[in-house]
């Protein structure tokens, strides 16, 4: 074969390959899952009603019979929230868990001032030895959990199961408005956080979460401003 030939041919091919991998990618980026905020954004939306309404509490108020039982919607409400932080936790830390302000601090201080130096410190500004040793266990953890990640189908899989619930939650409040049967409301008000407390007792990630966010310990560097 001519070497012309030979040229021409082997840059077609190199260019076909390439024409192969970008189709590759543009196929695998059109068809992607939805990021773990596409998907929990919309459920924010569904629930927005709800909250500027102040919360269930606020419809069980409204409803004669209901509002003798209206600290079940108040506890509903508290669930519903604590499984918007969480989800919103674990798409916020799928790459890692970010230094909070008391771990800014301690790092920043032991580099400047040496842990031992910095330790009197703590001692000299009112901090109790349980206190500091808290401090610097949290450290540790915040240093070992900063670069830690989440998979994000097993996140996705934990949105997908907060879902239902979520929905649950919305029909409720459009129940309360559409029906009289408030006794029957009440009852699935008390099913839902049944439901609720099994999934935040028993999912993987949701359980993960309650225990990183358990090793921040209150702080308040004066003692006269609230804790992180």
């Known amino acids: ?88 936790y674990l798409c916020e830390t799928k790459n890692g868990i970010p230094f909070n302000d008391l771990a800014t601090y301690i790092s920043r201080s032991i580099a400047n001032k040496g842990e031992h130096a910095f330790k009197e410190e703590l001692i000299i500004l009112g901090k109790t030895s349980k206190q500091i040793k808290n401090w610097f266990n949290f450290f540790k953890f915040a ?47 008390g099913a839902l956080i049944i439901k609720i407390d099994g999934f935040l007792s028993s999912d993987p990630y949701i359980t993960q979460a309650l225990d990183e966010i358990a090793h921040v310990p209150y702080w308040d560097i004066n003692e006269s401003t609230g804790g992180s």
């Open 1 to 88: 074969m001519p070497l012309n030939k030979r040229k021409t041919l082997r840059t077609k091919n190199i260019f076909i390959f390439l024409q192969s991998i970008l189709l590759t990618s543009f196929v695998s980026t059109a068809f992607a899952s939805p990021s773990c905020h596409e998907l929990f954004t919309p459920l924010i939306k569904t629930n927005d009603s709800i909250a500027l309404n102040g919360g269930l509490w606020g419809y069980f108020e409204k409803d004669p019979f209901l509002r003798k039982y209206s600290t079940q919607a108040v506890q509903l409400d508290s669930r519903i929230n604590k499984v918007f932080f969480l989800l919103n």
């Open 143 to 189: 240093q070992s959990h900063r670069l830690r990640t989440l998979n994000s189908s097993t996140i996705r899989a934990t949105i997908n199961k907060a879902i239902p619930l979520i929905n649950n939650y919305v029909s409720l409040e459009k129940n309360i408005n559409q029906s009289k049967q408030s006794k029957i409301i009440l009852e699935n008000a």
